[in-house]
């Protein structure tokens, strides 16, 4: 029972820190992100200051989610087939230079409204290549009995970073502009480059099955047959996308509560404030038997929290109910990040895991758009107030149709991998190569026992 006794449950779990890969590459990617929500606060403020209209921004969203769920899928094969950290070392390096690019653009006063959809599109296009890589080479930088604690400070880490990256952007777009927030943007993925050339780690490729049209559709197949998995990436799919909490935030700062950009750079910044306390709360409490429950519940506080921020008469109570968001936002994606990854096969991971940030992060960019559409309809407040009860409606149908999302258990995960190590043991076999594959066969039932 060597694997459960491991398990940290009531603390902080900074001990996964001392492995020296994994440490380096949870900095640059704190760094990384931080710059990454100052180009946020700018891009949307530039294009709302150049265009005036709650349609572009939804349609700034549009364009984001077109490119980011368009090569995903590509993107997962490639971290599946491909050296995940010379994949990490191209995306970082062409994420520096778009946004390098942009600066020059405005500080030349060459600008216009089809070079930022533009640029926003490549960004998530690369984004769809360095995310199933970072999130497939994590868990090969940790023993599999600490990735749950690998996990939670990583999520940690970035809900510090997009709580501060906005706010630090608002105030520096005002005090700079725009142009300088973009260079600011372009060195910090120098942290991560450094921190993925420094990196002594090699990941010994597994062995695919198939490869090109054949891969993709191999770790669609799996997803299709495993009912937590498909199950959890659903619901956070409908959920950000009728509920989106950054979508409206350039209009709720001029034209609702009279903010200006710090009041912009605050609104975006509150929901990470609130993911930070979150965070801290799934970190420091016992793990959960039943993620799929906790999942469902914090989908339905996120959703009521979504109707205040949009009955709010002051900034004040914006911030609040976008930090309450933001809390129970980071509770599901503790959920059910883990749950991908103890569940998903190693030589499946960087599939899954693009399927995964194609709804996880196409969900968001397409409730941009939903949200400018509806505010464009009925107003910014009534489409906030809409979209947040649609989020509570949609939680509850998922659970009527995927049950097994609520039946799933840590435990039985758990008891499963021990099970195959000593079988493994017993064959005369490697350890390391029985623990991801024999995760597949729970995520198939996701029953309890």
């Known amino acids: 029972m060597s694997g459960v006794e491991a398990r940290p449950r009531s603390r902080l779990p900074v001990h996964v820190l001392r492995h020296r890969d994994y440490r380096y590459l949870w900095a640059g ?10 180009h946020a606060v700018a891009l949307s403020y530039q294009l709302y200051q150049l265009t005036g209209s709650v349609v572009q ?9 077109i490119a980011l769920m368009a090569t995903s899928l590509i993107g997962g094969a490639i971290a599946d087939a491909v050296d995940r950290r010379a994949v990490m070392l191209v995306t970082q390096t062409v994420l520096l230079a778009l946004s390098l690019s942009i600066a020059v653009a405005t500080y030349l006063d060459a600008i216009n409204v089809p070079m930022l959809y533009i640029v926003a599109a490549l960004i998530a296009a690369t984004s769809a290549f360095d995310g199933p890589a970072r999130q497939a080479l994590i868990p090969a930088l940790v023993p599999r009995h600490e ?3 690998a996990m939670s400070l990583n999520i940690l880490a970035m809900s510090i970073a997009r709580m501060a990256g906005p706010a630090v952007g608002g105030f520096i777009v005002a005090l700079v502009g725009v142009a300088t927030t973009y260079v600011i943007d372009g060195a910090s993925f120098l942290v991560t480059i450094g921190a993925l050339l420094i990196m002594r780690t090699r990941v010994e490729l597994p062995e695919l099955r198939a490869t090109g049209i054949s891969a993709i559709a191999e770790g669609l197949r799996f997803i299709r047959s495993a009912p937590v998995i498909w199950g959890v990436m659903v619901l956070d799919f409908l959920a950000t ?3 989106s909490t950054i979508g409206l935030a350039p209009v709720f700062a001029e034209d609702v509560l009279n903010a200006g950009p710090q009041g912009l ?3 975006l910044s509150a929901p990470a404030a609130g993911a930070v306390l979150g965070g801290l709360i799934v970190s420091l409490l016992p793990q959960v038997s039943r ?3 906790v999942l469902v519940f914090s989908v339905v506080a996120y959703g009521v929290f979504l109707a205040l921020f949009g009955l709010s008469t002051s900034l004040v109570l914006a911030l609040l109910a976008l930090a309450g968001a933001g809390a129970a936002d980071s509770v599901s994606v503790a959920m059910r990040h883990t749950v991908r990854n103890l569940a998903t096969p ?8 693009a399927a995964h940030s194609a709804l996880a992060m196409g969900g968001p960019r397409l409730g941009e758009f939903q949200s400018g559409m509806t505010a464009f309809l009925v107003g910014p407040r009534y489409a906030m107030v809409l979209g947040g009860l649609a989020v509570v409606a949609v939680s509850g149908l998922m659970s009527w149709v995927a049950p097994a999302m609520l039946r799933y258990r840590f435990d039985d995960q758990l008891d499963e991998d021990i099970d195959g190590r000593s079988a493994d043991r017993t064959r005369g076999g490697v350890t390391a190569a029985a623990g991801p594959t024999s995760s597949a066969p729970a995520a198939r039932r996701g029953l309890g026992r």
């Open 147 to 149: 990735l749950a604690s």
């Open 57 to 65: 921004l939804g349609l700034l969203g549009l364009v984001r989610a």
């Open 241 to 243: 996308l009728l509920g």
């Open 29 to 38: 990617q704190f760094v990384s992100t931080l710059g990454t929500q100052m």
């Open 291 to 293: 993620p799929g429950r």
């Open 346 to 353: 190693d030589e499946l991971r960087g599939r899954v895991a």
């Open 265 to 267: 750079g605050l609104l």
